[in-house]
């Protein structure tokens, strides 16, 4: 079972950025290579919900929310994946999840303040 831990959440004003990471720590290369990663997030009363994926040939995917504002990158030999988060809005907030088939990290908070 992987280990996925997520990193990077904080504080922000509106407009700001953040960057997080998320690595999969116990994963040899080649696992990591062969998986779609993912971003998902949660805010306070609402499903969870999907924000971005990558292939291992660094195909990304968007929520239609987030496009323009979000890019999704990894770095395979270093069994990381990275949201960069821009222009942040108060709805963005929320609990932010890594994620690839049923494995799931414990999550990085992400605020926004307006």
């Known amino acids: 079972q992987a280990q996925l831990v997520e990193s990077g959440g904080g504080l922000v004003q509106a407009g700001g950025s953040l960057r997080l990471s998320c690595v999969a720590s116990?994963?040899?290369?080649?696992?990591?290579?062969?998986?779609?990663m993912n971003w998902y997030r949660q805010a306070p009363g609402n499903e969870r919900e999907f924000v971005a994926s990558?292939?291992?040939?660094?195909?990304?995917n968007y929520a239609d929310s987030v496009k323009g504002r979000f890019t999704i990158s990894r770095d395979n030999s270093k069994k990381r994946i990275f949201l960069q988060m821009n222009d942040l809005k108060p709805e963005d907030t929320g609990v932010y999840y890594c994620?690839?088939?049923?494995?799931w990290g414990q999550g990085t908070q992400v605020t926004v303040s307006s």
């Open positions: 994620n690839r088939g049923g494995d």
């Open positions: 990558i292939t291992r040939t660094h195909t990304a």
């Open positions: 116990r994963d040899i290369l080649s696992t990591f290579n062969s998986y779609v």
